[in-house]
């Protein structure tokens, strides 16, 4: 893998395939994209056009059948991500699953033991620890801009008039639908990687829609063991947003509106290998001081490219995986815990 490019075989072609992997990967000299797996037509055909002479599979079964990769990258319904990694990790490729990285807690486990046991990679991708203004959050932090922080708040909200997939709309909440495990799964992680591991736990996964089966509208509150708390609101029924992250310390305090970019860019077509790529608008900068004293604070570039570079580093020997499995059980303890108290 070091003299090569990394043979990387994305399964499933929808918004996590389309958007995120396969731009990332193709931009990256690390990697090619060897092989996609979907079976829905219209997606083949956007596959395609996009990504001419690229096998287009309509089963994992058949790609590891005709060719060999390098990679999995298991972009597929949460429900079955832990079948598909099982899979992948049997057949001894690298894997990387799109968050989370399974449903509940025993099943990431034993992913991770197997891969341990069959002595390849295992990633998630929790690509909004790359988010400029998380990234910025994070430095401010840091560097002390804002003494002892008292509380972290932190949402992902829009109002989203369009029909769901099948999947995200008839799957249950405790099964891996709805925004707990969807936007939760970011914004909880983030809050641990900020502020460490938490003791307490106080949620809301609330359901607005009629006949809805699963959470569209919920609120975690955490309690870390270093006494920073942190409330986290997930929705997709909000017509006007709250702050994206408010952040309360002794000596300051940091609001940031709006979301970061680089999801939007990919969409749009923008590669990533373009010099705009994850750069925020200056109207987009969050403020920092105290009310009448705030100054703009100019956002971190945006890195979701850094995921699949620093995996690369990884795969060849010369660093740690981008994001560790391990780290995301405490993240999926919280919103399972939460699905079981309901």
Same mark, same amino acid.
């Given at each position: 893998?070091?003299d090569?490019?990394?043979r990387?075989l994305?399964?499933?072609?929808g918004?996590?395939?389309?958007?995120?992997?396969?731009p990332l990967?193709?931009a990256?000299?690390?990697?090619?994209?060897?092989?996609?797996?979907?079976? @829905?037509?219209?997606?083949?055909?956007?596959?395609?056009?996009?990504?001419?002479?690229?096998?287009?599979?309509?089963?994992?079964?058949r790609?590891?059948?005709?060719?060999?990769? @390098?990679?999995?990258v298991?972009a597929?319904?949460t429900? #079955?991500?832990? %079948?598909?990694?099982?899979?992948a990790?049997?057949?001894?490729?690298?894997?990387?699953?799109?968050?989370?990285?399974?449903?509940?807690?025993?099943?990431a486990? #034993?992913?991770?033991?197997?891969a341990?046991?069959? &002595?390849?990679?295992l990633?998630v991708?929790q690509?909004?620890?790359?988010?400029? @203004?998380?990234?910025?959050?994070?430095?401010l932090?840091?560097?002390?801009?804002?003494?002892?922080?008292? #509380?972290?708040?932190?949402?992902?909200?829009?109002?989203?008039?369009?029909?769901?997939?099948?999947w995200?709309?008839?799957?249950?909440?405790?099964? &891996?639908?709805?925004?707990?495990y969807?936007?939760?799964?970011h914004?909880?992680?983030q809050?641990?990687?900020?502020?460490?591991?938490?003791?307490?736990?106080?949620g809301?996964?609330?359901?607005h829609?009629?006949?809805?089966a699963?959470?569209?509208d919920?609120?975690?509150?955490?309690?870390?063991?270093?006494?920073v708390r942190?409330?986290?609101?997930m929705?997709?029924?909000?017509?006007q947003? &709250?702050?994206?992250?408010?952040?309360?310390g002794?000596?300051?305090?940091?609001?940031?509106?709006?979301?970061?970019?680089?999801?939007?860019?990919?969409?749009? &077509?923008?590669?990533?290998?373009?010099d705009?790529?994850?750069?925020?608008?200056?109207q987009?900068?969050?403020?920092l001081?105290r009310?009448?004293q705030t100054?703009?604070v100019?956002s971190? #570039?945006?890195?979701?490219?850094?995921?699949?570079?620093?995996?690369? %580093?990884?795969?060849?020997?010369r660093?740690?995986l981008?994001?560790?499995?391990?780290d995301?059980?405490?993240?999926?303890r919280?919103?399972e815990e939460?699905?079981a108290r309901?």
């Amino acid at each position: 893998m070091a003299d090569a490019p990394i043979r990387a075989l994305i399964v499933g072609y929808g918004l996590g395939g389309s958007v995120f992997h396969a731009p990332l990967l193709h931009a990256d000299p690390a990697y090619t994209v060897a092989g996609i797996v979907t079976g @829905d037509p219209d997606r083949t055909r956007h596959a395609t056009e996009r990504y001419p002479g690229v096998p287009i599979l309509p089963s994992l079964d058949r790609a590891l059948a005709e060719a060999h990769y @390098d990679l999995a990258v298991i972009a597929a319904p949460t429900p #079955r991500h832990v %079948e598909l990694a099982w899979q992948a990790l049997e057949a001894g490729l690298a894997t990387v699953v799109d968050k989370p990285l399974a449903v509940r807690v025993p099943d990431a486990q #034993r992913l991770i033991t197997l891969a341990e046991h069959r &002595g390849v990679a295992l990633t998630v991708f929790q690509n909004r620890r790359w988010d400029g @203004d998380f990234l910025t959050v994070r430095r401010l932090i840091d560097e002390g801009h804002l003494g002892d922080v008292w #509380r972290f708040e932190s949402r992902f909200e829009w109002l989203n008039p369009r029909p769901r997939p099948a999947w995200k709309s008839a799957t249950g909440g405790p099964d &891996g639908g709805g925004v707990a495990y969807d936007l939760g799964s970011h914004l909880v992680d983030q809050a641990i990687e900020l502020f460490g591991p938490v003791t307490q736990v106080y949620g809301e996964l609330d359901r607005h829609r009629e006949g809805a089966a699963n959470d569209d509208d919920s609120f975690i509150a955490l309690t870390h063991a270093g006494g920073v708390r942190s409330h986290v609101a997930m929705s997709s029924l909000v017509a006007q947003r &709250g702050a994206r992250f408010r952040v309360l310390g002794s000596a300051s305090a940091y609001t940031k509106w709006g979301l970061d970019p680089q999801e939007a860019q990919l969409a749009s &077509g923008m590669s990533p290998s373009d010099d705009r790529f994850g750069v925020e608008p200056v109207q987009s900068h969050g403020l920092l001081g105290r009310d009448g004293q705030t100054v703009p604070v100019p956002s971190e #570039r945006g890195g979701y490219r850094q995921f699949y570079a620093r995996l690369a %580093e990884a795969l060849a020997g010369r660093g740690p995986l981008p994001v560790d499995p391990r780290d995301v059980l405490a993240t999926l303890r919280v919103i399972e815990e939460l699905h079981a108290r309901r």
